[in-house]
C-alpha cells in the first residue's frame, strides 16, 4: 500500500453508500408495511405473465437492495479505509467506484447462482424427483448448514481480513481503477467467504423476511466490526445447527416459513 501510515477512522465512508443503505431499508420496511413486499422479495426466475429475462432483471434489482441492506454494513470500516487510501490517486472517484463495482459483482454472481439454485430445487419437488415433499425439509437443512459452516476454517480465515481493513489494505493496495476493481473483487471474494451460508439462509425463508434479515444483518455487523464478534461466531453456529434440526423435524419451527414459497 503506497499511502497513509496510520489508518484513518474506520466508519468514514461515502455518504453515498451510507445514503444506499439508508434506501435500501427503507424500501424493505416500507415494502412489508404496504403490503407490496413482492418487489423486494422476488427471488424466482420464473414468474407468471414475465420473461425470463424480466423476472432475471427484476430479482437483480431486488438482490442490490439486500446487498445494499445486509452486506454494505458490515463492510463500511473497508469501504471507509479504500475512500481515504483512494484520495492520493489520479482519479479517486473512478478508483472508488470501482472498488465497489469489483464487489458488487461478487455478491451479484452469488445471487445468480443461490437463485438458480432455489429454482432448480423447486421444479425438481414439483416433478416429484425423489426430494423429500416436507416444506421444512430444504429450509432446515440449509440453516444447519449456515451454522455447521460457522465452525470452518473458511469462515476463520475469510473473517481475518475482513475483521482487519488495514491490514487488507496494507498488503494488497495498489493504485489505479483497474487494481481498485481487483481489490474489490477480492475484498468481496472474502466477504463471501465469512457471509456466504448466513445469506444463504434468506433464500428459503424469503430475501425480504424482515424477521430475518435484522438479526443476520446484524449479526454479519457485529461478526465483522463489532467487539469480540470473533466469539460469537461459534455460538450463533450453535444455535442454527440446533434450530435446523428442529425445522426439519417440524416445519413450524420456522416462523412464516411459507413466505418463501
Known amino acids: 500500500?503506497?499511502?497513509?501510515?496510520?489508518?484513518?477512522?474506520?466508519?468514514?465512508?461515502?455518504?453515498?453508500?451510507?445514503?444506499?443503505?439508508?434506501?435500501?431499508?427503507?424500501?424493505?420496511?416500507?415494502?412489508?408495511?404496504?403490503?407490496?413486499?413482492?418487489?423486494?422479495?422476488?427471488?424466482?426466475?420464473?414468474?407468471?405473465?414475465?420473461?425470463?429475462?424480466?423476472?432475471?432483471?427484476?430479482?437483480?434489482?431486488?438482490?442490490?437492495?439486500?446487498?445494499?441492506?445486509?452486506?454494505?454494513?458490515?463492510?463500511?470500516p473497508m469501504f471507509g479505509l479504500f475512500h481515504q487510501a483512494a484520495s492520493g490517486q489520479r482519479h479517486p472517484a473512478t478508483a472508488r467506484a470501482a472498488f465497489v463495482a469489483g464487489y458488487l459483482v461478487v455478491w451479484t454472481g452469488f445471487g445468480l447462482a443461490a437463485v438458480s439454485g432455489d429454482a432448480l430445487a423447486h421444479t425438481a419437488r414439483h416433478l416429484e424427483l425423489g426430494l423429500p415433499e416436507r416444506s421444512g425439509w430444504l429450509a432446515g437443512g440449509v440453516i444447519a448448514l449456515a451454522g455447521a459452516f460457522q465452525f470452518s476454517r473458511l469462515k476463520d480465515r475469510c473473517m481475518e481480513y475482513c475483521r482487519h481493513p488495514f491490514q487488507f489494505l496494507t498488503r494488497y493496495y495498489q493504485p489505479g481503477t483497474i487494481a481498485a476493481f481487483q481489490l474489490g473483487l477480492r475484498h468481496g471474494l472474502f466477504c463471501l467467504g465469512c457471509c456466504w451460508a448466513l445469506m444463504l439462509v434468506m433464500f428459503v425463508v424469503g430475501i425480504a423476511n424482515l424477521a430475518w434479515m435484522v438479526p443476520l444483518a446484524l449479526l454479519m455487523l457485529y461478526e465483522k466490526a463489532g467487539p469480540g464478534g470473533?466469539?460469537?461466531?461459534?455460538?450463533?453456529?450453535?444455535?442454527?445447527?440446533?434450530?435446523?434440526?428442529?425445522?426439519?423435524?417440524?416445519?413450524?419451527w420456522l416462523p412464516q416459513l411459507g413466505i418463501a414459497h
Not at 496510520?6 to 468514514?12: E, K, L
Not at 444506499?20 to 418487489?39: K, N, Y
Not at 470473533?230 to 417440524?250: E, K, S, T
Request: avoid cysteine; glycine fraction near 6%.
Open 230 to 252: 470473533d466469539r460469537v461466531v461459534r455460538p450463533v453456529g450453535a444455535l442454527l445447527v440446533l434450530l435446523g434440526v428442529f425445522v426439519i423435524a417440524d416445519p413450524h
Open 1 to 76: 500500500m503506497t499511502r497513509a501510515a496510520t489508518p484513518p477512522h474506520p466508519w468514514v465512508a461515502s455518504p453515498l453508500l451510507i445514503g444506499a443503505i439508508a434506501v435500501a431499508w427503507a424500501l424493505a420496511i416500507g415494502s412489508e408495511l404496504t403490503g407490496r413486499i413482492q418487489w423486494v422479495h422476488h427471488h424466482h426466475l420464473l414468474v407468471a405473465d414475465m420473461t425470463v429475462v424480466a423476472s432475471a432483471a427484476l430479482f437483480l434489482v431486488a438482490w442490490q437492495v439486500h446487498i445494499a441492506a445486509m452486506m454494505l454494513p458490515s463492510t463500511l
